[in-house]
């Protein structure tokens, strides 16, 4: 069974870090394109980055320099590494799987989805 698996989610105070994690299990994340989204109250679902099959990252220009998106091929996992956070960071944040090599940060290519984790960044 496909499926990914977001964790890491949590309350923070503005400036400071968290690091989500997107587990795979059922296929081998390492030939996918994986990106990230989030989803704040209210809003429409954005693409924050993604990372292509070839491990070229991409980013939003709202979280550039602050967010990084990494694979480790051995564990089947891609992290979303977030600094300086803010409040309109706030958001559930979720990873998808795409073969279309470079991605992009158009839902749309994506074919597998988790059930997203829970940012919150306040004082």
């Known amino acids: 069974q496909v499926q990914l698996v977001e964790s890491g989610g949590g309350l923070v105070q503005p400036g400071g870090s968290l690091k989500l994690s997107c587990a795979a299990s059922?296929?081998?994340?390492?030939?996918?394109?994986i990106g990230w989204f989030r989803q704040a109250p209210g809003k429409e679902r954005e693409g924050v980055g993604f990372?292509?099959?070839?491990?070229?990252?991409y980013y939003a220009d709202s979280v550039k320099g602050r967010f990084t998106i990494s694979r480790d091929t051995r564990k089947n996992m891609v992290y979303l590494q977030m600094n300086s956070l803010k409040p309109e960071d706030t958001a559930v944040y979720y990873c998808?799987?795409?073969?279309?090599?470079?991605?992009?940060?158009?839902?749309?290519?994506?074919?597998?989805w988790g059930q997203g984790t829970r940012v919150t960044v306040s004082s």
């Open positions: 998808a799987a795409t073969t279309s090599g470079d991605g992009g940060l158009g839902s749309g290519p994506y074919k597998y």
């Open positions: 990372i292509s099959s070839s491990d070229s990252p």
């Open positions: 059922g296929f081998t994340l390492e030939y996918f394109a």
